[in-house]
Protein backbone atom coordinates (compact mmCIF):
# COMPACT_ATOMS: atom_id res chain seq x y z
CA UNK A 1 0.00 0.00 0.00
CA UNK A 2 0.99 3.82 -0.75
CA UNK A 3 1.13 6.37 1.50
CA UNK A 4 0.01 10.46 1.41
CA UNK A 5 3.17 10.91 -0.28
CA UNK A 6 3.55 7.80 -2.65
CA UNK A 7 6.03 6.10 -0.60
CA UNK A 8 5.18 2.44 0.37
CA UNK A 9 4.06 1.88 3.60
CA UNK A 10 5.41 -1.79 4.96
CA UNK A 11 3.24 -1.46 8.39
CA UNK A 12 0.37 0.40 9.29
CA UNK A 13 -1.72 0.44 12.98
CA UNK A 14 -4.77 2.32 13.27
CA UNK A 15 -6.23 3.84 16.78
CA UNK A 16 -9.53 2.73 16.79
CA UNK A 17 -12.64 5.64 18.37
CA UNK A 18 -13.29 3.72 20.94
CA UNK A 19 -10.01 3.41 22.01
CA UNK A 20 -9.39 7.17 22.00
CA UNK A 21 -12.81 7.61 23.82
CA UNK A 22 -11.50 5.12 26.85
CA UNK A 23 -8.15 7.06 26.99
CA UNK A 24 -10.11 10.42 27.13
CA UNK A 25 -12.75 9.30 29.72
CA UNK A 26 -10.32 7.39 32.14
CA UNK A 27 -7.53 11.13 32.12
CA UNK A 28 -10.78 13.48 32.54
CA UNK A 29 -11.76 10.80 35.38
CA UNK A 30 -8.66 11.18 36.92
CA UNK A 31 -8.32 14.63 36.52
CA UNK A 32 -12.05 15.28 38.58
CA UNK A 33 -10.98 12.98 41.23
CA UNK A 34 -8.01 14.25 42.08
CA UNK A 35 -9.25 17.50 41.85
CA UNK A 36 -12.22 16.18 44.12
CA UNK A 37 -9.92 14.65 46.83
CA UNK A 38 -7.20 18.01 46.87
CA UNK A 39 -10.58 20.42 47.37
CA UNK A 40 -13.03 18.84 49.69
CA UNK A 41 -11.53 15.88 51.69
CA UNK A 42 -9.61 16.22 54.42
CA UNK A 43 -5.62 16.32 53.00
CA UNK A 44 -2.37 16.72 55.59
CA UNK A 45 -1.56 20.01 54.14
CA UNK A 46 -2.18 22.54 51.97
CA UNK A 47 0.65 22.06 49.82
CA UNK A 48 -0.78 18.40 48.97
CA UNK A 49 -4.04 20.14 48.03
CA UNK A 50 -1.94 22.07 45.69
CA UNK A 51 -0.25 19.03 44.26
CA UNK A 52 -3.15 17.38 43.97
CA UNK A 53 -5.40 20.21 42.74
CA UNK A 54 -2.31 20.84 40.03
CA UNK A 55 -1.88 16.66 38.71
CA UNK A 56 -5.60 16.76 38.36
CA UNK A 57 -5.82 20.13 36.19
CA UNK A 58 -2.64 18.60 33.97
CA UNK A 59 -4.73 15.32 33.95
CA UNK A 60 -8.16 16.99 32.50
CA UNK A 61 -5.58 19.10 30.24
CA UNK A 62 -4.28 16.04 28.68
CA UNK A 63 -7.79 14.73 28.54
CA UNK A 64 -8.56 17.32 25.78
CA UNK A 65 -5.11 17.11 24.39
CA UNK A 66 -6.60 13.45 23.57
CA UNK A 67 -9.97 14.40 22.42
CA UNK A 68 -8.21 17.37 20.17
CA UNK A 69 -6.10 14.47 18.28
CA UNK A 70 -6.63 14.13 15.11
CA UNK A 71 -3.51 11.24 14.42
CA UNK A 72 -5.86 8.25 12.95
CA UNK A 73 -2.78 6.15 13.93
CA UNK A 74 0.61 5.05 12.89
CA UNK A 75 2.78 3.71 9.85
CA UNK A 76 5.85 2.43 8.80
CA UNK A 77 7.68 3.07 5.53
CA UNK A 78 11.17 1.95 4.14
CA UNK A 79 12.67 5.20 5.54
CA UNK A 80 10.25 6.38 8.85
CA UNK A 81 8.13 5.94 11.36
CA UNK A 82 5.23 8.57 11.08
CA UNK A 83 1.71 9.45 11.99
CA UNK A 84 -0.61 8.51 9.11
CA UNK A 85 -1.23 11.98 7.87
CA UNK A 86 2.55 12.51 7.59
CA UNK A 87 4.46 13.88 9.99
CA UNK A 88 7.60 12.07 10.54
CA UNK A 89 8.55 10.18 14.35
CA UNK A 90 11.21 8.92 13.41
CA UNK A 91 13.81 8.60 10.35
CA UNK A 92 15.18 4.83 10.80
CA UNK A 93 18.32 5.32 9.80
CA UNK A 94 18.47 7.47 13.07
CA UNK A 95 17.66 4.59 15.13
CA UNK A 96 20.06 2.74 17.48
CA UNK A 97 17.98 0.41 19.72
CA UNK A 98 14.13 -0.76 19.69
CA UNK A 99 13.23 -1.46 22.69
CA UNK A 100 9.75 -3.51 23.80
CA UNK A 101 10.82 -5.36 26.92
CA UNK A 102 8.41 -5.84 29.84
CA UNK A 103 9.14 -3.33 32.91
CA UNK A 104 10.42 -0.74 30.97
CA UNK A 105 9.22 3.05 31.06
CA UNK A 106 7.62 3.07 27.76
CA UNK A 107 3.43 3.41 27.16
CA UNK A 108 0.95 0.80 27.28
CA UNK A 109 1.13 -2.21 24.19
CA UNK A 110 4.71 -0.03 23.50
CA UNK A 111 7.97 0.31 22.61
CA UNK A 112 10.60 2.63 22.84
CA UNK A 113 13.17 3.95 20.57
CA UNK A 114 16.52 5.25 21.34
CA UNK A 115 18.12 8.14 18.60
CA UNK A 116 21.48 8.33 17.34
CA UNK A 117 21.33 12.41 17.70
CA UNK A 118 19.01 14.31 20.04
CA UNK A 119 15.50 15.37 18.33
CA UNK A 120 12.93 18.24 18.70
CA UNK A 121 10.69 17.49 21.52
CA UNK A 122 7.29 16.62 20.53
CA UNK A 123 4.17 14.86 21.80
CA UNK A 124 0.90 13.14 20.45
CA UNK A 125 -0.74 12.15 23.81
CA UNK A 126 -1.76 8.57 24.02
CA UNK A 127 -0.06 8.08 20.78
CA UNK A 128 3.72 8.71 20.86
CA UNK A 129 6.65 10.99 22.57
CA UNK A 130 9.89 12.44 21.43
CA UNK A 131 12.15 14.06 23.96
CA UNK A 132 15.57 13.80 23.47
CA UNK A 133 17.36 10.93 22.03
CA UNK A 134 13.94 9.09 23.01
CA UNK A 135 10.85 8.19 21.31
CA UNK A 136 7.95 6.03 23.34
CA UNK A 137 5.63 4.89 20.86
CA UNK A 138 1.82 2.88 22.31
CA UNK A 139 -0.81 3.32 24.64
CA UNK A 140 -4.09 3.78 22.68
CA UNK A 141 -2.20 1.59 19.89
CA UNK A 142 -3.27 -1.58 19.55
CA UNK A 143 -0.95 -4.29 21.04
CA UNK A 144 -0.44 -6.47 18.04
CA UNK A 145 0.10 -3.69 15.59
CA UNK A 146 2.63 -2.07 17.52
CA UNK A 147 4.20 -5.38 18.13
CA UNK A 148 4.77 -5.90 14.52
CA UNK A 149 5.81 -1.83 13.67
CA UNK A 150 8.65 -2.44 17.00
CA UNK A 151 9.86 -6.31 15.56
CA UNK A 152 10.25 -4.90 11.80
CA UNK A 153 11.80 -1.86 13.25
CA UNK A 154 14.25 -3.96 15.33
CA UNK A 155 14.92 -6.03 12.85
CA UNK A 156 16.43 -3.10 10.26
CA UNK A 157 18.49 -2.32 13.29
CA UNK A 158 19.98 -5.11 13.39
CA UNK A 159 20.43 -5.72 9.50
CA UNK A 160 22.52 -2.39 9.81
CA UNK A 161 24.37 -3.18 12.82
CA UNK A 162 28.31 -3.71 12.02
CA UNK A 163 29.31 -7.25 11.66
CA UNK A 164 25.78 -8.54 11.12
CA UNK A 165 24.60 -11.01 8.36
CA UNK A 166 22.51 -10.02 5.79
Same mark, same amino acid.
Given at each position: M +? =??? =???? %? %? /? @??? +?? &?RRFVAMALSALIGLWMIYVGLWLDVPSTLWRAGLVAVGGLALVQAVRI /? &?? +?VPGIELTATELREIGGRRIAALDGVVEVQRSFGLFKP???FVLHLAAPARAAMVPGV?? /?FGRRVAVGGMLPRGGARQIALRME &???? +? /? &?? =?? @??
Open positions: +A =GTD =GEEV %L %L /R @VEI +AP &A /R &AT +AMNGWW /R &AQVK +A /R &AP =GS @VS
